[in-house]
DNA sequence: AGCAATAAATGACCATGGTCAATTTTGGAG
DNA sequence: CTCCAAAATTGACCATGGTCATTTATTGCT
């Protein structure tokens, strides 16, 4: 029988098998010596492979990267969306909590996100892009629920939202913005940006 | 006679000569790559020296990046802050133009920016965090000299123009979100920002 | 079971940024 | 002019991510 597209073969057992070791190798290492210090080598080394393996299974170090920090964000999201919705900034400040804290555990995780926010180039949406768009997805539904500024979308506010989280994260790692921690920041930025006060002009 | 702390001897010409050889090759090999197609061993062929003199000169070949990229942003800063006040926002955008094309005629720079927005880690202030300092400083005079909203400081409202900025160049690189255009998107935000409409609740 | 086709795994090798002990050059003191 | 300490330079070497032709395992067919 000849092979055509739209029967592949299945994978096989030990793809899976060799994949999961991977992963589960890599995620070790990284509790004990963080995102950043995690080796190629160390993992297949851990996994019992060679370093062929390693990336024939993923695209580079970065897409592994990806797959252990998505997953880390994705359920700090899922976290929450199964509480209450929030219903004032300092809510949402906190519901957010887990969220802003794996973003920005380590300097090369937040840039990591950074880099992978726009699914790299090409139209493949990594988990990182992913977990972004439910951010924002999220955020909508509590701005539709809730009583905020009402002459922008609710998905605008919710990009706004996203964009000064992020440029909170950014000024945390600014040694001149030491002096202002990230919650307090983000309050302001979050009230000025979902609830102005003032006639424009 | 004894060197004491406060007598260091002065730099030798050499060294000068050496560093201006390297930025030289370097601006000459990216004018034709690209920054992302910089290599560190091209310039040091170019400039003909050892690879080891490269590193006495530039803390790495991100520290090269910073200042060929600083200095590049810092002219048409120079440019912008040359003209006359922008009086709206659609000429805000238009005299921010060429500071906007400069940080994203790259992914590659895009994200170096990024990387050094916050000045890495440590105290020392990079060409490009001080770029992005003056950056807001301008806007903040602008803000003072227009009508936006004033429930705000014109600061705040300065550093949000910029995190909106980062926020739209950041969503062009995104396949998702090809369809608008950066300054389009640009305009929205800004107008959402600096001129809300509504009542709040 | 035997065989061919495909998938998976291997490891020597490469590319590139970065290090550092050893060497050469420089500028000034005597 | 000579000499020397500090500054500058060198290049062999390392670390690490990534490649690819070759080898090995699996699967479906007869």
Known sequence: MVQTRSMA???QKRTLQTRARLLSVARDLVKTSGYEGLRV????L???????TFFAHFRDKDALM???IGAELDSSLDQAEAGPVPVSIPDMISV???YHLCMKQ???VFDLILRYSGAAAIAEIGPIANTLGRYVYLVEEWVKAG???TDISPELIAEGVQGFAIQSMSLQFCALHASTTFEDRLKVYWDAWMLPQSPSN
């Open 41 to 44: 080598e160390e993992v297949v």
């Open 9 to 11: 073969k299945a994978v």
């Open 66 to 68: 990806e797959i252990l």
């Open 96 to 98: 957010m909590r887990p």
């Open 106 to 108: 380590e300097r090369y």
């Open 46 to 52: 851990g996994a019992g492979v060679a370093k062929g």
């Open 147 to 149: 009583s905020y500024r």
